[in-house]
């Protein structure tokens, strides 16, 4: 059966931005091993995503059936981005580290898909994801490095918490690149120097697949 994949961008930075660039050779590579599948878009920065509000949050803990029609409308949002997210068997996403978590876009999407007896349940007491049998890649891009073992590595509250929303929501396969240093773009460093090592993690990924 051919496979769906999910790509979302969240960065603000369009042609500029190096999660941007790793998520299209993602999307390249991807396609060129899925030649059948689909590819579903989803950028944050264009979404006009809102902020949950109480209205949208007793809707949500409404039983379906008995929601209003009002209510209906305010989760409709939510109800398109989580069918996305069901369609999918893969996901790619895209995510800069902005303020050492991740951009404000990006929080307001995992608050519409992060839903009660929809993309997780407590019905038996423990939380349980409901994405199960998804994959998901995670493409960040910083501009200082945060690496494991050094001073600043418990900066770092993209990759953490991403791993723990995901791995809530049932997405139990992740795997994370991460493009640290980008600051040094700024100062002079080559783009396509930089880029290179974060491709060819791409491209082994689906090599070994
Ligand atoms: C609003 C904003 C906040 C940022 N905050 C951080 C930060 O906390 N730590 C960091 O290492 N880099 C930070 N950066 C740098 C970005 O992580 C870096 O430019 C990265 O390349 C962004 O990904 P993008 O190129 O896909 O947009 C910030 C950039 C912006 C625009």
């Given amino acids: 059966m051919p496979s769906t994949l999910f790509h979302l961008d969240s960065s603000p930075l369009g042609e500029a ?16 091993a899925n030649p059948d599948g689909t590819v579903i878009n989803r950028d944050t920065t264009t979404s006009a995503i809102p902020p949950v509000t109480a209205a949208w949050v007793g809707a949500a803990y409404t039983p379906e059936d008995a929601r209003t029609p009002d209510q209906r409308e305010l989760l409709a949002l939510s109800e398109t981005l989580i069918a996305e997210l069901f369609a999918a068997d893969e996901y790619v996403l895209g995510v800069p580290m902005h303020n050492f978590s991740i951009p404000s876009t990006l929080k307001l999407w995992i608050d519409q898909i992060a839903r009660v007896n929809k993309t997780f349940s407590y019905a038996t007491g423990a939380p349980v994801g409901l994405l199960t049998g998804k994959k998901a890649t995670v493409l960040i891009a910083s501009g200082g490095s945060y690496d494991a073992g050094t001073a600043m590595a418990s900066y770092n509250h993209a990759e953490p918490y991403l791993r723990t929303v995901l791995a809530f929501l049932g997405v139990s396969e992740t795997s994370f690149i991460t493009a640290g240093g980008a600051a040094a773009l700024m100062y002079g460093a080559d783009r396509q120097t930089f880029l290179q090592p974060h491709v060819d993690s791409i491209r082994a990924q689906f090599q070994a697949a």
């Fill in 17 to 32: 931005s190096i999660s941007r660039h790793l998520t299209a050779e993602f999307v390249k590579n991807w396609k060129l």
